[in-house]
């Protein structure tokens, strides 16, 4: 099953009858907003009723606005998604940017590339995926998320640092969001070890963020790793964006390990959702004078999250 090429131009909203599967999943990505459960159940809920194009059944309903047979919560998803339609060619420029970067693909649920251990997200998993880079980085066989504080101490970027070359060694994939701070300390590592590292952003694959790590995330393309978003390219990262991407983090991820958080830090997003996935976390001690190790304090005494202070207890996760 291909995974590129897209029919340009998309039909017109009077002929969404003749969308594929992967082109109504496309749209998806570009009027909805991550993380809506309500979307996921009612995709999920055409596949059980023996619909081979689930998501066109729903960008169907979306495009008519026939709301006969919808629960209360999918007429509330309609509601918001059908102005959404309305706005510009996104669906459009978002087909034309994938045709011409050879180095990217749209991961639809079904493709042999698609990262399965996003499934035991349920409702909640990505209609599809961005992937700038190396497509296979995402099912690799051991992947660990570091995340952590922005405003992370020497004290963190070292240890960030550490971990991520000596996992890299032993052949664990790294897991960041790439921001300033724990994360892209963990991925100049990674980089610099030759390991395989996979950024998750809360924005469109064209658009790394933040700005100032535009060269680090594009490098991580490049060395063989993989960028991946939820979202359709020229998406902008938001606050709300930020928080979704957590359990896309977690999810590609067999266990997390956070290195400094303060008390409401966050990258502890990245625990909780790890947690919630049944996988486990871990979290580096720090001083305790020091806030930026608030929140992996907290992380250990009331979440049970595993104490790390190595490679080997972080292995130990897996």
């Given amino acids: 099953m291909t995974t590129r090429t897209t029919t340009l131009p998309l039909p017109t909203t009077g002929e969404v009858a003749t969308w594929t599967e992967r082109e109504s999943r496309l749209a998806l990505t570009v009027w909805a907003e991550p993380n809506n459960p309500t979307l996921g159940a009612w995709l999920t809920r055409r596949a059980q009723t023996g619909s081979e194009t689930p998501a066109r059944d729903v ?56 990262p399965t251990a996003l499934d035991a997200l349920g409702d909640r998993r990505p209609a599809g995926l961005w992937v700038r880079g190396d497509a296979a980085a995402l099912r690799h066989a051991r992947v660990i998320a570091i995340g952590g504080a922005r405003a992370s101490t020497g004290y963190g970027d070292h ?126 001690p720090g001083p305790i004078t020091s806030p930026s190790s608030a929140g992996t304090h907290r992380l250990i005494r009331e979440s049970g999250a595993t104490l790390v202070t190595d490679a080997t207890d972080a292995l130990a996760l897996l």
């Avoid at 309609?78 to 959404?84: S, W």
């Avoid at 420029?93 to 042999?112: Q, Y």
């Fill in 159 to 284: 240890v960030a640092g550490e971990l991520a070359t000596e996992l890299t060694e032993r052949g664990v994939a790294i897991a960041t969001g790439a921001a300033y701070g724990i994360d892209g300390a963990a991925t100049r590592a990674t980089l610099a070890a030759g390991g395989t590292p996979i950024v998750v952003l809360g924005g469109g694959v064209d658009r790394p963020y933040p700005a100032g790590h535009n060269d680090l995330i594009n490098r991580v393309a490049i060395a063989g790793g993989a960028i991946v978003s939820e979202l359709a390219p020229g998406a902008a990262p938001t606050k709300w964006r930020f928080a979704a991407r957590a359990r896309v983090l977690g999810g590609l991820s067999q266990a997390s390990v956070i290195v400094e958080a303060g008390w409401r830090s966050g990258s502890l997003l990245l625990a909780a959702e790890t947690a919630q996935l049944g996988r486990r976390v871990g979290a580096v």
């Fill in 59 to 114: 960008v169907t309903t979306i495009i008519t606005g026939d709301l006969a047979g919808l629960s209360a919560t999918e007429i509330e998803a309609v509601n918001q998604i059908r102005p959404r339609t309305l706005l510009g060619d996104g669906i459009e420029r978002a087909a034309r940017w994938l045709d011409s970067h050879a180095d990217a693909v749209f991961l639809i649920p079904g493709d042999d590339a698609w």
